[in-house]
């Protein structure tokens, strides 16, 4: 079945530390994974992808890891700062069906 | 270059009316995807069309319809409204019609609210 797990559904760190965010899929089939930013009142915001060919990606202080054997993939978000307040969203593509399968969302807050 | 535009961004309808959302793909990009996200959740595939075919559809009921137009816009139509149905609706652009590998970039939605 279609399913993508998506925790912690909440996290609260002090500014300048790191966030993690962690994701598991179901269909094996999904090569293209996806995370959104989404702040109040506005769409989702892509900020970084990963395609299954690769483990790592890395955009500045943004990174996204994938574990295909287990079905795993993490954001990374170090030195955090205010604006990095937001929910959110991790995704897959459910292959038979042309479509993207989102997480429920964290909402990540930054401590001053 | 503009992103993916959404119209109306704000709307208010009764129950049993109809309302139609429209939006326009970022320049370049034949495949048009449409959300719904209601408050507190993730947003959940509606449909996608690519070169004006549909080709997807997700768990929503008939009173929900799309199309897609040559300029590669679309709408997407909602009758006989719910409370139900009052959310966030979301379109999506991306260059070729399979989600496997293809960016899929969002515009900032549609706010329905269904009184």
């Known amino acids: 079945g279609e399913n993508v797990e998506q925790h912690p559904s909440t996290l609260s760190v002090q500014e300048g530390d790191s966030a993690v965010i962690k994701c598991t899929y179901s269909d094996s089939a999904s090569n293209y994974f996806p995370w959104y930013k989404q702040e109040l009142g506005k769409g989702p915001q892509l900020i970084i992808d990963?395609?299954?060919?690769?483990g790592e990606k890395k955009d500045q202080r943004i990174a996204v890891t994938l574990n295909k054997t287990a079905k795993h993939f993490s954001l990374h978000i170090t030195e955090t700062q205010p604006e990095d307040s937001a929910v959110y969203f991790c995704a897959a593509p459910y292959s038979s069906a042309s479509k993207i399968i989102f997480g429920s969302g964290t909402r990540l807050s930054i401590r001053p | 270059d503009a992103g993916v535009t959404q119209s109306p961004t704000h709307l208010i309808k009764t129950r049993g009316q109809q309302v139609t959302l429209r939006c326009s793909p970022i320049?370049?990009?034949?495949?048009v995807s449409w959300y719904q996200q209601v408050l507190g959740q993730g947003p959940q595939f509606i449909f996608q069309y690519y070169e004006k075919e549909e080709r997807g559809r997700g768990n929503f009921p008939d009173r929900f319809s799309a199309r897609q137009f040559p300029n590669y816009s679309s709408e997407l139509n909602v009758n006989a409204l719910l409370l139900g149905d009052s959310a966030l609706y979301l379109c999506?652009?991306?260059?070729?019609?399979?989600?496997?590998?293809?960016?899929?970039?969002f515009g900032e939605g549609s706010w329905l609210t269904v009184v």
């Open positions: 990963i395609r299954s060919n690769v």
């Open positions: 999506a652009s991306s260059w070729s019609g399979g989600a496997a590998g293809n960016t899929i970039y």
């Open positions: 320049s370049g990009h034949k495949s």
